[in-house]
């Protein structure tokens, strides 16, 4: 079993939708949660971290985290051409000290 | 501020040839990591470094050494280079461990023929 898993889609949505993307771990110990957005090209990019339980908004995107379920999800509002990329869920484990991915889901948004 | 710099950007190695990818951080982080990124495959970690003076593996170590030469640099060598490593690196750094923000340089995109 993976650590990290995500759909790797790719997920296709329309414009103004919401766009959904989902992860789940499996060190039960993790305590730290991120969402990654990776434009075709570049580097990885924070767009929200959560650490707890319950919900985080900012602006058009929320992180929902769910540790008895061992789940983390991202919502992102309103989606724009703008938002088509993979984005990658992270967990930081408590026992080893690392930051671990999963394999990304791609998103397109269609105008 | 130049954040995380790696090199090289790109490289072509032929099979069995050896080389050193360099990282350097200027934001005083402890925290080093070396991943992999392959098609549909994520980001894959190789190694990291906790804090200075500390190397772990990661899931895919084999065929690669690490070295934290100090608390802003962390190298990626790969002693005998084989087709399987081509592959684009990315260097990160966080403040300490995975409780902040990873930061990551521009990638090394590597071709082993």
């Known amino acids: 079993q993976k650590e990290v898993e995500q759909n790797s889609g790719p997920l296709s949505v329309p414009e103004g939708a919401i766009a959904s993307l989902n992860c789940t771990y499996s060190d039960r110990g993790s305590q730290s949660f991120f969402w990654y957005r990776q434009y075709s090209g570049k580097s990885p990019e924070l767009i929200m971290s959560i650490y707890s339980n319950g919900d985080k908004e900012d602006g058009r995107f929320t992180a929902q985290l769910n540790k008895a379920s061992q789940y983390v999800s991202l919502l992102i509002r309103d989606s724009q051409p703008s938002d088509s990329a993979t984005y990658l869920c992270a967990v930081y484990g408590q026992g080893a000290q690392k930051l671990v991915f999963g394999q990304g889901t791609r998103l397109t948004i269609n105008p | 501020n130049a954040g995380v710099t790696q090199t090289p950007k790109f490289q072509v190695l032929k099979t069995g040839q050896s080389m050193t990818l360099q990282c350097a951080q200027d934001?005083?982080?402890?925290?080093m990591y070396w991943y992999r990124q392959d098609p549909g495959m994520g980001l894959r970690l190789i190694y990291y470094?906790?804090?200075?003076?500390?190397?772990d593996k990661g899931e895919v170590p084999n065929g690669y050494n690490v070295s934290r030469l100090n608390k802003r640099e962390f190298s990626l060598r790969l002693e005998s280079a084989a087709p399987s490593q081509t592959s684009v690196y990315f260097c990160?750094?966080?403040?300490?461990?995975?409780?902040?923000?990873?930061?990551f340089g521009q990638g090394t995109r590597l071709t082993v023929v």
């Open positions: 990160a750094s966080s403040e300490y461990g995975g409780h902040t923000e990873a930061f």
């Open positions: 934001m005083n982080h402890n925290s």
């Open positions: 470094s906790a804090s200075e003076g500390t190397t």
